[in-house]
Each structure stands twice: as C-alpha cells, then as structure tokens.
C-alpha cells in the first residue's frame, strides 16, 4: 500500500488529485500540504511514501522542498507534477532528488501510474519530459568517452533515461533481459552511480 502527500498551492488541483488518488485500491492514505516549509512539516507526521511535488510555489521553491525531503527522509520518492518544463528546471528538480517529472496536462491515470512507479523505486517522465531528458544525457554522453560506456550501454543509457524497464529495453533493442540486466549493472559500475536516475543524470549534472 502507498502512502501519498501532495504538495500544490492551488486547492483546487491539490484536493481534486488528493481525492482521485485516495479512491484508489493500492493507496492507503492521502495527505496535503500547500507549501514547501508545510510539506516538510506532514512528512515527517505522515511518513509518505510518495510526495507530489509542484515547484512554483510561494515561499520555499519545491525543489529546495524536494532537496531537503529526500535529505531528511530518503525513503520517500518525490515526483513532481508541475506545468513548468525547461531546460533549467528539470534537471534542477533531478539534481534535487525527484525521481519522476510529469506536467499537469496529464491525465488522472498517468499520474497515478506515474506515482505507482515512483513508489517502486522507478525513475518515470512524462511523455514531453521523457524526451528532453533523453536529449540533456545522451548528448552529453555521447561526447564523453572517458565515461567508458560502448556504443550498446550508450544505447541502454538512453533508453534508461527515456523511462523504459528492463524488460522494455530488451523488446526494443532485440536482447534478452537477462542481457540488458547485465547491461544495467555494468553501466552503473561505470558511472559509479547507485540507481538509474543518476545513471541517466550525471553527464548533465557535471555540465552545470
């Protein structure tokens, strides 16, 4: 079951997704915060599991919210649903911890799905999102062989950073599973980075 918080100035999205999500089966509870400084506040009363983040809020910025919630609590899984989507931004809510970005065009469903993978430990972008992503890492990458990374890990990479599973990859690039997990592991080992997300991020974090 998940526990979620969601954290938006605006009453009427904020209560209108904390009610859809509450409807759902494999939630336990919702809460809601209407700031950064309140959300910091209820997580550490209600312990979600996932925090729905916006950024642009008064006061406290969601991603200071989002650093000093994972820093606090690196349990929770924080995604951000927000309507801003540039260049600067979205790497800076992945700096911070987030381990999905979705805009607030989609729909009920997607986000639930999306705060389902997040809960899982999966890093998850929303279409538009997924694409600029892909485009700030795989670049980068590409032009940094001193990573180590073959022309086949940098194909997983990108597909990693696209939001794909295992299993996704594998369909897509013609493997096994077996054979992209492995690919999976060798990447991390060669970045030198813990999970997926930080896999997909770190060229574009050492860019600045």
């Known amino acids: 079951m998940i526990r979620v918080l ?5 009453p009427v999205f904020r209560d209108g997704l904390a009610g859809l999500l509450g409807t759902l089966p494999d939630v336990d509870g919702v809460d809601t915060a209407e700031s950064g400084e309140r959300a ?15 950024l642009t809020m008064p006061g406290m910025s969601g991603i200071e919210a989002t650093r000093r919630l994972v820093d606090a609590h690196p349990g ?3 995604l951000v649903v927000t309507m801003v989507d540039d260049d600067d931004t979205v790497p800076a809510a992945l700096r911070a911890g987030a381990r999905g970005y979705v805009l607030k065009g989609a729909t009920g469903t997607e986000i639930a799905n999306a705060m389902r993978t997040a809960a899982a430990g999966g890093a998850v972008f929303g279409p538009g999102i997924a694409a600029r992503v892909l485009a700030l ?50 990447i991390l080992d060669k970045l030198q980075v813990a999970d997926r997300t930080q896999a997909a991020l770190r060229v574009r974090d050492e860019r600045g």
Do not use: C, W
Request: aromatic content about 2%; glycine content about 6%; charged content about 20%.
């Open 76 to 78: 929770i899984a924080v």
């Open 40 to 54: 910091l506040a209820a997580a550490s009363v209600a312990h979600p599991d996932v925090v729905i983040m916006d």
């Open 137 to 186: 890492t795989t670049g980068r990458q590409r032009q940094s062989p001193a990573d180590g990374l073959t022309d086949r890990e940098h194909d997983v990479l990108a597909l990693i950073a696209d939001g794909a599973s295992n299993a996704q990859i594998a369909r897509s690039l013609g493997l096994s599973l077996k054979t992209v997990q492995n690919y999976v592991s060798r």
């Open 6 to 10: 969601v954290v938006d100035d605006h």
